[in-house]
């Protein structure tokens, strides 16, 4: 849940500095009293007189009759894809309040995170108002937008009220869909006998399923006469379970975060961020690690294989939160699509050797694929994948694979750094380990 970390000011009432306007107006009041000597004169200095308490007065009724709403397009969006969210304002007193100042939280300039922004409106006796905002996020989780608080000022600006309004949307903001090429299946004429009276589900031929066609989906799964009837494709689906376990892990760490002045340069991320992403990198890094955990998932159940993607996530414990492990065992695509949005706004955890501590989680381990996907390789890193992919070759896994996805465009070119990095891939390679390098959109295998 990202949300703007600036709180507002917390005083209920507030002097301005336009304040000086009532002691003027109080003195004024007093000489004009005093020259005239008329009860108008004195009615008019006991009016300014008693002017503050009336102002006050009015003030507080605009907290309990000023009502606010919000309202968004939808609650989910890709990246970068603009929304509009309404903030809604309605005055049910018969008192009119001409100078409000709505604190709204909307994205900022990057799409980074909210931001608190002031807007200015006024409230007619028994009327109301809207505000529409066009609100774009260029990260994927779940943000809050919405109203935070209202500021009501009296007709001199003199002093000012806090209106606690708390009115926010949740918006759920995903991952991009890239997809990987197909791995290779078997025909069906090639398959032994016994394997497929061994495998898990139903019969390679045995319909399970019709669902609407996705990208990526093969033409020759399309139910044709079915799709003649409507107005929107239908794909065949079959339980081509193969027997294969294949489970995914994600790396979400925040790396960058963690560096400190007593970080060992050893340990340290051989690649440098740019200025302008040093603030963001982490949330870049996982972005791209989740959309090409995404397209592992995918790819591996085209494949007719099964599917148990693993990650850290955040459970609140009071005011604070607890990092704990999630699983989610798919078995065909449909599995995933359910899972989407759940994984696609999984937040960014400080939970250190997350590769370890997922992997130990394995429990099927023979003839199964372990692929480990993130976006930031160090020295400690290539360790732990190293001894991981030593441990679960000795239980008898079939393959170890890492999907390095890092942008380099995110980065300083340095060769120093990208010779580092190739140290580290052959480190890997010697393991036993398949490298796949991800970078603008490509996907290809590594050789050091």
Same mark, same amino acid.
């Given at each position: ?81 603009? #929304?509009?969210?309404?903030?809604? =304002?309605?005055?049910?007193? /018969?008192?009119?309040? $001409?100078?409000?100042? *709505?604190? @709204?939280? %909307? ?42 608080? #209202?500021?009501?000022?009296?007709? =001199?600006?003199?002093?000012? /009220?806090?209106?606690? $309004?708390?009115?926010? *949307?949740? @918006?759920? %903001? ?61 794909v065949k689906e079959y339980s081509r379970n193969n027997g294969n376990h294949v489970y995914v892990f994600s790396d979400l760490e925040t790396h960058y975060a963690k560096i400190s002045d007593d970080t060992e340069p050893d340990l340290l991320p051989p690649l440098t961020p740019l200025p302008e992403y040093a603030d963001v990198i982490d949330e870049l890094n996982a972005d791209l690690t989740v959309e090409h955990c995404l397209a592992a998932v995918q790819r591996e159940l085209w494949a007719a294989n099964e599917v148990t993607l693993s990650w850290f996530a955040r459970r609140p414990m009071g005011d604070d939160y607890e990092e704990m492990p999630v699983q989610l065992r ?119």
């Amino acid at each position: 849940m990202r949300k703007s970390a600036k709180s507002p000011d917390s005083r209920l009432l507030k002097l301005t500095p336009r304040v000086w306007i009532y002691p003027i107006l109080l003195l004024s009041a007093l000489l004009f009293a005093q020259a005239l000597k008329m009860s108008v004169s004195y009615m008019v200095f006991l009016f300014v007189l008693l002017l503050p308490l009336t102002i006050i007065l009015q003030l507080l009724c605009a907290r309990h009759f000023i009502n606010v709403a919000v309202r968004c397009d939808s609650e989910t969006a890709e990246k970068g894809q603009p #929304l509009t969210m309404t903030a809604i =304002f309605s005055n049910a007193c /018969i008192l009119p309040f $001409a100078f409000v100042e *709505a604190e @709204l939280l %909307v994205s900022d300039e990057r799409g980074a995170r909210t931001v608190p922004r002031r807007y200015t409106l006024a409230l007619a006796p028994c009327t109301g108002c809207e505000i529409n905002q066009t609100v774009r996020f260029a990260f994927r989780g779940e943000y809050l937008v919405g109203i935070r608080c #209202l500021y009501v000022y009296d007709c =001199f600006r003199t002093i000012r /009220i806090r209106v606690d $309004a708390e009115s926010y *949307a949740s @918006l759920f %903001v995903l991952p991009r869909r890239i997809t990987f090429a197909p791995r290779p299946i078997a025909a069906e004429s090639e398959l032994n006998t016994q394997t497929v009276i061994r495998a898990i589900g139903s019969d390679n031929t045995e319909l399970s399923d019709i669902r609407t066609y996705e990208s990526g989906d093969s033409l020759k799964r399309i139910h044709w006469k079915l799709s003649s009837k409507g107005e929107e494709l239908l794909v065949k689906e079959y339980s081509r379970n193969n027997g294969n376990h294949v489970y995914v892990f994600s790396d979400l760490e925040t790396h960058y975060a963690k560096i400190s002045d007593d970080t060992e340069p050893d340990l340290l991320p051989p690649l440098t961020p740019l200025p302008e992403y040093a603030d963001v990198i982490d949330e870049l890094n996982a972005d791209l690690t989740v959309e090409h955990c995404l397209a592992a998932v995918q790819r591996e159940l085209w494949a007719a294989n099964e599917v148990t993607l693993s990650w850290f996530a955040r459970r609140p414990m009071g005011d604070d939160y607890e990092e704990m492990p999630v699983q989610l065992r798919m078995v065909s695509p449909s599995d995933l699509n359910m899972a989407w949005r759940r994984f696609a706004v999984a937040p960014l955890t400080a939970h250190d050797k997350q590769a370890s501590a997922l992997s130990s989680l394995a429990s099927d381990t023979t003839g199964s694929s372990l692929i480990f996907v993130t976006a930031c390789l160090d020295a400690s890193a290539v360790a732990e994948y190293t001894r991981i992919a030593g441990a679960f070759s000795h239980l008898g896994a079939h393959a170890v694979e890492l999907i390095y996805c890092a942008d380099t465009t995110l980065y300083t070119h340095d060769d120093a750094a990208d010779a580092k990095i190739a140290r580290y891939i052959a480190q890997l390679s010697g393991a036993g380990i398949t490298v796949y390098g991800c970078n603008a959109d490509t996907f290809s295998s590594v050789h050091p």
